[in-house]
């Protein structure tokens, strides 16, 4: 289980093919040092398995669905990703259940800085930013404003969402501290729906007759969530 912090960025060193499976080598000073074989990590968002571990690197083979259903099948050499160790049991959840079964790819529509470029007060440095991601369509009933959301694997909330897309404030240090700033508008971004909501809305289908219906907030307050 992960919990969205994001504790450094990766670089994409290398890709290759190996039969049926990718494998990527991911260039991670501070992480790899601390991985084993085998280990789990979250890389963008997507649990992986870490192998032929050194100080500097690490490697892990991408299946092929997971090359179809995450933004990982889209990288290329020198790209950066974002990386997470597994929380330890009993350990604070500093931001919320994420799993690392990346629900599908949105598209990134939008990231600009709430203070205009043109401003005299704009610091790239310092100001925050909007995000805007269109969500597929299978994830889109998890999407709750106020809710939480992995996009990429980071820990974020919904500010709002129009049926199709989100908006979700980003702050300076989470802008500078994942891939967030090396993506470019049209990115395929991983997605992955918040676990309770994704619970809650199991039982509304069954309350309902398993009828389609709209989640909504005062839904999650009122039963608890």
Known sequence: MFTGIIEQTGTLAGLEQRGGVRRITVEAPGIASRLREGDSLGVSGVCLTALDVDPLYFH???????????????????????LELPTAAGSPLGGHIVQGHVD??????ALDPVIGRNDP??????????????????VRRWMVPKGSVAVEGISLTIADFDGESIWIAILPLTYWRTNLHTLA???PVNVEGDVVVKLAYQRMLEERGKQLFDLTESWLAANGY
């Open 60 to 82: 892990a083979d991408l299946a092929q669905e997971t090359l179809d259903k995450t933004s990982l099948g889209a990288l290329a050499a020198g790209s950066q990703v974002n």
């Open 104 to 109: 599908g790819t949105g598209t990134l529509l």
């Open 121 to 138: 007060r704009f610091d790239a440095q310092t100001t925050d930013w909007t995000l805007k991601v269109r969500v597929p369509e299978p």
């Open 185 to 187: 508008v049209g990115a």
